[in-house]
Nanobody, 117 residues
Framework: QVQLVESGGGLVQTGGSLRLSCAAS????????MAWYRRAPGKQRDLVAQ???????DYGDSVKGRFTISRDNASNTLYLQMNSLKPEDTAVYYC???????????WGQGTQVTVSS
């Protein structure tokens, strides 16, 4: 039983902030890495941010300096703090977890983020 459930999506204005949460049904110590991906209509699914088991982080170029990925091991929760939101951030955001390096084999169902202009 591995389940990832995203929450926190919604409608925000350009320049606003939003925090997404991903609740895992198992200890996130089980994962080598966790990540946020997003997919806008008609576009490819892109990496937003990831965090590895040792705490290192990586961000997609389009969100560097605006988004922050973090985790709370005690509550088995992954977060994505999104600041200075832009209309192009509009997408379905997915939580993902990897038990093998560079392979995300568990996925949530996504949460919609819409940024109005």
């Amino acid at each position: 039983q591995v389940q990832l459930v995203e929450s926190g999506g919604g409608l925000v204005q350009t320049g606003g902030s939003l925090r997404l949460s991903c609740a895992a049904s198992v200890s996130i110590f089980s994962f080598n890495a966790m990540a946020w991906y997003r997919r806008a209509p008609g576009k490819q699914r892109d990496l937003v941010a990831q965090i590895t088991s040792n705490g290192s982080t990586d961000y997609g170029d389009s969100v560097k300096g605006r988004f922050t990925i973090s985790r709370d091991n005690a509550s088995n929760t992954l977060y994505l703090q999104m600041n200075s939101l832009k209309p192009e951030d509009t997408a379905v955001y997915y939580c993902a977890a990897a038990t093998k390096i560079d392979y995300f084999n568990y996925w949530g169902q996504g949460t919609q983020v819409t940024v109005s202009s």
